[in-house]
């Protein structure tokens, strides 16, 4: 079992910028693919960002593709969201995910572990 636990979120003017950071809690990331998803009141959950074990490919959704920037520090066992020129439509309930495997067909799931989730708002 990987507890992921993320931070980060907070409360953000339109046109700021925020990272979140998501690591496993008491152990080291395997070789994993990392996932960040988000879920906005009242709507499904939306796939944000994926990077593989190697950090060699990321795959974004389209509506923050050229925004955001998903990376990795494996020195610091830490997965990055660089959040830029957020939009209050940004605003959602951000989660970590964990694929247990180095790549995959597709880095948009299934995921097998998720975190708690921080959450973003983003003020107009």
């Known amino acids: 079992q990987v507890h992921l636990v993320e931070s980060g979120g907070g409360l953000v003017q339109a046109g700021g910028s925020l990272r979140l950071s998501c690591a496993p809690s008491?152990?080291?990331?395997?070789?994993?693919?990392m996932g960040w998803f988000r879920q906005a009141p009242g709507r499904e959950r939306e796939f944000t960002a994926a990077?593989?074990?190697?950090?060699?490919?990321?795959h974004y959704g389209d509506s923050v593709r050229g925004r955001f920037t998903i990376s990795r520090d494996v020195a610091k066992n830490t997965v990055y969201l660089q959040m830029n020129s957020l939009k209050p439509e940004d605003t959602a309930v951000y989660y970590c995910?964990?694929?247990?495997?180095?790549?995959?067909?597709?880095?948009?799931?299934?995921?097998?572990?998720w975190g708690q989730g921080t959450e973003v708002t983003v003020s107009s």
């Open positions: 008491g152990r080291t990331f395997g070789k994993y693919i």
């Open positions: 990077i593989t074990w190697s950090g060699e490919i990321t």
């Open positions: 995910a964990a694929d247990a495997v180095p790549y995959a067909d597709s880095l948009r799931g299934p995921y097998d572990y």
